[in-house]
């Protein structure tokens, strides 16, 4: 049996690029088939896609720079202000590149997404092309990604789903890349409604998907 949609989590989506995962959320709630409203976007960069991208989706963006900060913890405070100010259920890093430093209130609340299947070519450093260069140096024939339940590690924290593709003979990053990318759009929504409709539990460091 199916469980019931339940109301639209408050998704409060964290960036430091290009906002691609963002805007593939967005329209996805247009579509109704992502059962979730955005109320703020927060970059910790003014410079990057992003940003724009989110006003031109009519979406709140605070940008808060993260050099801008003398230490990680204040940084953070300011995050978690942001995100209280606007009534977030559930927090998605969403190509944030800066250590968050989860609250209590927010703990099982923060979702990221990896372009590698964790916990594999992860870690701090291990973001973007350097994963896709690490994957095929290792002469893996699979890759895929990662959506997990945050903590205060980088790319740690219990696993959700993963969803995998093929690398290629002749594969360079940015093929690879892609193909990965064309994953995170199926797994990142799947996962946050996924905890929108209360289908989540979570027992130590593992995740069962309730229903």
Same mark, same amino acid.
């Given at each position: 049996m ?8 408050r ?18 709630i247009a579509?109704?088939?992502?059962n979730a409203v955005i109320?703020?976007v927060?970059s ?6 992003? *940003?724009?991208? +989110?006003?031109?989706?009519?979406? /709140?963006? =605070?940008?808060?720079p993260?050099?801008q !900060?003398?230490?990680? &913890?204040a940084?953070s ?7 209280g100010?606007?009534?977030v259920?559930?927090v ?19 979702m990221?997404?990896?372009p ?13 092309h350097? *994963?896709?260069? +690490?994957?095929?140096?290792?002469? /893996?024939? =699979? ?5 997990? !339940?945050a903590?205060? &590690?980088y790319d740690h ?23 990965v ?31």
């Amino acid at each position: 049996m199916e469980c019931p949609m339940s109301s639209p989590v408050r998704l409060g989506v964290l960036i430091s690029g290009s906002g691609r995962t963002m805007v593939n959320f967005a329209q996805r709630i247009a579509a109704g088939s992502l059962n979730a409203v955005i109320p703020i976007v927060v970059s910790s960069r003014a410079d990057v896609a992003g *940003v724009q991208r +989110a006003r031109d989706l009519g979406l /709140e963006v =605070e940008v808060l720079p993260r050099k801008q !900060f003398a230490s990680m &913890e204040a940084f953070s405070d300011a995050i978690t202000a942001v995100l209280g100010r606007y009534d977030v259920g559930l927090v998605a890093m969403a190509g944030f590149l800066s250590m968050y430093r989860i609250p209590p209130q927010f703990h099982r609340r923060v979702m990221n997404i990896h372009p590698a299947l964790l916990p594999r070519f992860g870690g701090q450093g291990m973001y973007g092309h350097k *994963v896709h260069e +690490a994957v095929i140096a290792a002469g /893996e024939r =699979e890759s895929g990604c990662t959506v997990h !339940f945050a903590d205060n &590690e980088y790319d740690h924290g219990p696993i959700i789903l993963q969803r995998r593709c093929p690398v290629l003979p002749g594969d360079t990053p940015d093929t690879l890349a892609d193909r990965v990318f064309e994953q995170e759009l199926i797994a990142y929504p799947e996962a946050v409604n996924l905890f929108a409709n209360g289908r989540l539990k979570v027992d130590g460091g593992t995740v069962t998907i309730l229903g």
